[in-house]
């Protein structure tokens, strides 16, 4: 259905948490990704040796990371859709992106805004976060065809 106001504010309001703290977030956020994908410390250059809190990168990933994701929700609201950066297609197909490894971000990434966000998450705050990271996802993959 459509992605409504209150929908983008629940994505807004966790994004600020989020990027609150930044540091501890993305720590949370890429020991998820490696869990579930120990491949990804070659994809990423900041995770060669583990992951490294000190390390500025990883955040700095992070936060543009779940940023696109924060846009796609705007975009939805605003415009009913989603679109994807060029730069954004050719830089997953460099990275050889596949359809599973999508799948293990958005999971980490829901897992990671349920941390960040506390006793404040609910079912349909990850609902819009999920809707907006599957249209972000897809946009993505639209670009890298
Ligand atoms: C780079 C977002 C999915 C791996 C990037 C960049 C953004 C981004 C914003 C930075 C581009 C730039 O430098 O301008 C996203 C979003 C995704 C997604 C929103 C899902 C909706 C994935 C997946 C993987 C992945 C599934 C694979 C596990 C990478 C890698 C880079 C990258 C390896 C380059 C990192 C570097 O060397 O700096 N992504 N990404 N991304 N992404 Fe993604």
Redesign the pocket.
């Given at each position: 259905g459509a992605f409504t106001e209150q929908q983008e504010e629940l994505v807004n309001s966790s994004w600020e948490a989020f990027k609150g703290n930044l540091s501890q977030n993305s720590v949370t956020f890429f020991k998820l990704?490696l869990e579930k994908?120990p491949g990804?410390k070659d994809?990423?250059?900041?995770l060669a040796n583990g992951v490294d809190p000190n390390n500025p990168?990883m955040a700095a990933?992070a936060e543009?990371?779940f940023?696109?994701?924060r846009d796609?929700a705007v975009q939805l609201k605003t415009k009913g859709e989603v679109v994807?950066e060029a730069?954004?297609g050719s830089?997953?197909i460099e990275?050889k992106?596949?359809d599973p490894?999508?799948a293990?971000?958005?999971e980490a990434l829901l897992k990671t805004i349920k941390e960040a966000v506390g006793d404040k998450w609910n079912q349909e705050l990850n609902d819009a976060w999920e809707q907006a990271?599957n249209a972000?996802?897809a946009a993505?993959k639209k670009a890298m065809a």
């Open positions: 990704v994908e990804a994809l990423f250059s900041f990168k990933h543009k990371l940023g696109t994701v796609a994807a730069k954004l830089v997953h990275k992106v596949t490894q999508f293990v971000i958005k990271y972000m996802a993505i």
